[in-house]
């Protein structure tokens, strides 16, 4: 029976500018479930990264987040940040697309790594190098001691991020949220960075949320994908629901844009660029469903009356007036 671990409802991100209110995030309800991966797509600018910067209190000055989002009995959102900073990083990791973000720079990796283990698990200051080194030369991390005593800076981004996901193995987060974790890396380093995911999805009970661009690093690791669009979740199924049977003609496009298995190995990116047109302005959105002026199926109320996500058969959730409830 799924248990969730992290419930948003009704989760809303607005900032304000000079040229008026940015509504990055509205409405939003989600539940991550405890072991799950939940996948979270959607192109850019969608609020990918804002739903979860909000949910850790990590927003930018100008930035509001509203609703509420449950972990542990209590609204993330109405912690100090000194609380907030106890869960961060301790019962919820985030890993950003660069790594640096989230390593300290003036401490040599393997001090950070150690530091990890003494904290959460304890380990004595002359235990903890040993344990370190074990693990990174487990994730065959190339001449361990040698990357060990440089500071995050000296190393490449690919490195950076496999040192992320270590500390992430060590302290055995509830939850690790990764953002675009291998946005910035070359094909095989990406796959050594997923490996590494996989692991820790495998032999950890850490719930994961991976938002990304990719949709076939969704079909390798997540259970469930939710997709974002113009800061609202369009859709939602489980991975195989969603690749098999897409609802939501922007789900269509965005699987229409991949990459086939049996294209030219050439563009691997997974781009969602293809679908025609452009995201609404987020300061002025239309009065219906945000994807129609894209839709290639659009009907007439498409352009005054929003669809409401409702809950479909098995685990789908659609926000589409096309497809009726079935
Ligand atoms: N400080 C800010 N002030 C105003 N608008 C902001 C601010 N931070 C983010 N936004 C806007 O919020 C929207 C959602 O941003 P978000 O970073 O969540 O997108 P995303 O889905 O993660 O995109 P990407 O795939 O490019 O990372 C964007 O339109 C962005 O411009
Ligand atoms: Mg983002």
């Not at 992290?6 to 900032?15: D, I, N, S």
């Not at 409405?27 to 909000?54: P, R, W, Y």
């Not at 000194?82 to 300290?104: C, E, P, S």
């Not at 005593?149 to 990764?178: F, T």
Request: hydrophobic content about 40%; aromatic content about 4%.
């Amino acid at each position: 029976m799924a248990e969730p671990i992290l419930t948003a409802e009704g989760l809303g991100v607005a900032f304000e500018t000079p040229d008026g209110t940015v509504r990055a995030v509205t409405d939003l309800s989600f539940t991550l479930n405890k072991g799950e991966c939940l996948g979270i797509v959607g192109e850019s600018g969608s609020g990918k990264s804002q739903t979860f910067l909000a949910a850790l209190g990590l927003l930018a000055d100008n930035g509001t987040a509203s609703g509420t989002v449950t972990f542990q009995g209590q609204n993330l959102l109405d912690l100090t940040q000194q609380k907030l900073n106890t869960i961060r990083g301790d019962r919820i990791t985030m890993i950003f697309q660069d790594a640096l973000t989230g390593l300290t720079p003036h401490m040599r990796m393997g001090d950070q790594l150690g530091e990890v283990l003494i904290a959460h698990q304890g380990l004595t200051k002359t235990a903890a190098p040993q344990r370190v080194l074990d693990l990174i030369t487990r994730l065959r991390i190339p001449d361990p001691e040698k990357r060990l005593r440089m500071y995050p800076h000296e190393l490449s981004g690919g490195m950076r991020q496999r040192m992320m996901i270590a500390m992430a193995l060590l302290c055995e987060p509830d939850i690790l949220i990764a953002d675009e974790p291998t946005t910035a890396l070359d094909v095989t380093i990406q796959a050594q960075v997923l490996h590494l995911l996989g692991g820790l999805k495998k032999h950890t009970k850490t719930s994961i949320i991976l938002v990304t661009h990719d949709l076939g690093v969704v079909a390798g690791l997540c259970d469930r994908v939710m997709v974002m669009y113009a800061g609202r979740m369009v859709e939602q199924a489980l991975v195989n629901e969603l690749f098999y049977d897409p609802k939501h003609p922007y789900t269509r496009g965005l699987l229409a844009s991949m990459p086939r298995l049996t294209d030219d190995v050439g563009d691997k990116t997974g781009r969602l660029s293809a679908i025609p047109g452009q995201p609404p302005n987020l300061q002025d959105m239309p009065g219906g469903c945000a994807f129609a002026p894209r839709c290639a199926a659009v009907q007439a109320r498409c352009h005054t009356e929003r669809p409401p996500l409702t809950q479909r058969d098995g685990m789908r959730r659609l926000a589409c007036h096309l497809e009726g409830a079935s």
